[in-house]
């Protein structure tokens, strides 16, 4: 962790720091989610869900968000450990290249050798090139090809 970034789980009074960056988070991805499921997210994020989970990532000295981390664990047939899903990741911008990424995943990391799971693993679109740099030097390169299918409309 950088010298100046505060790790945090998220809390039910944190929806207006955390609103903005996943505001961020879904334009860089070109989503435009209903407020019915961001709600609903921000639901399960904040106590109701006890498999998904937020953390926040702040400046110590102002408050300000630097970044936004959520994961979700679950069981898997390789092993009777639990597995966890890195699912959402983002830095501000103006945070990029400070550590604060490469941050929020070894805290991730470290939480998970603490607690016995499995394995960490998470996607990015092939394109993401700033993202891919970190991600290579924390996990090595990718190994898997991900498909999907979606199955709404």
């Given at each position: ?18 609103q903005p960056?996943?505001?961020s ?38 408050g ?6 959520h ?18 990741l983002?830095?501000?911008e ?25 394995r ?8 993401n ?6 991600y ?7 190994t ?10």
């Amino acid at each position: 962790m950088t010298a100046r970034t505060i790790l945090r789980p998220l809390t039910p009074d944190d929806r207006s720091i955390w609103q903005p960056l996943w505001d961020s988070y879904c334009a860089f991805y070109k989503v435009a989610l209903p407020a019915s499921v961001i709600d609903g997210l921000w639901d399960k994020l904040t106590g109701g869900d006890p498999a998904i989970h937020g953390m926040l990532a702040q400046n110590p000295d102002t408050g300000d968000a630097l970044g936004l981390m959520h994961y979700v664990l679950h069981p898997h047939t390789w092993s009777l450990k639990t597995v966890c899903y890195l699912e959402d990741l983002f830095v501000t911008e103006a945070a990029r290249g400070q550590g604060v990424g490469r941050s929020l995943i070894e805290w991730l990391a470290g939480k998970g050798r603490e607690e016995g799971w499995f394995r960490l693993y998470w996607h990015t679109d092939e394109d993401n090139a700033t993202a891919r740099l970190l991600y290579d030097r924390v996990a090595g390169p990718a190994t898997m090809v991900r498909y999907a299918i979606s199955l709404t409309k």
